[in-house]
């Protein structure tokens, strides 16, 4: 089930990069990351009502709140970066060049997850670093 919701993703990713471009028009980046986040934000929270999820509140722990903060932090760290380079560039650089992160997942799992990465996953992130150069 998780590669059916992986797919998901990457497909709403990618409609995120086309439609982000075309809603920049004339406006300024960081007010369109202000009114995506406000969309994600009362998604994300329709989501936690209608599953009932609310009520795993109060079972939070310091770590889950402090790394969900961080994580916040950088989701919103990455999504201004994002929007402002969509506001400059073509989306057909832009996103290549934030797939990177992909790379940067796998080395940073590595180094504070402790995972794995086998000949498979560093011949597989070699190859999408390749395919990013050879997309710029």
Do not use: D
């Given at each position: 089930?998780?590669?059916?919701?992986?797919?998901l993703a990457a497909i709403f990713a990618?409609?995120?990069a086309i439609l982000a471009k075309v809603g920049l028009q004339g406006i300024d980046s960081h007010l369109a990351t202000a009114i995506r986040?406000?969309?994600?934000l009362l998604l994300?929270?329709?989501m936690v009502f209608i599953t009932g999820s609310q009520k795993d509140i109060i079972i939070l722990?310091?770590?889950?709140?402090?790394?969900?903060?961080?994580?916040?932090?950088?989701?919103?760290f990455s999504w201004l970066c994002y929007y402002k380079?969509?506001?400059?560039?073509?989306?057909?650089?832009?996103?290549?060049i934030d797939k990177l992160s992909v790379v940067l997942t796998i080395?940073?799992?590595?180094?504070?997850?402790?995972?794995?990465?086998?000949i498979k996953t560093g011949?597989?992130?070699?190859?999408?670093?390749?395919?990013?150069?050879?997309?710029?």
């Open positions: 089930m998780w590669i059916l919701y992986a797919v990618s409609l995120t986040t406000v969309v994600v994300a929270w329709g722990t310091r770590q889950n709140m402090l790394f969900l903060v961080l994580s916040g932090l950088a989701t919103g380079a969509l506001q400059y560039g073509p989306v057909s650089k832009v996103a290549p080395i940073l799992a590595a180094v504070f997850l402790g995972e794995t990465v086998t011949v597989g992130a070699a190859l999408l670093v390749a395919g990013i150069l050879v997309l710029l």
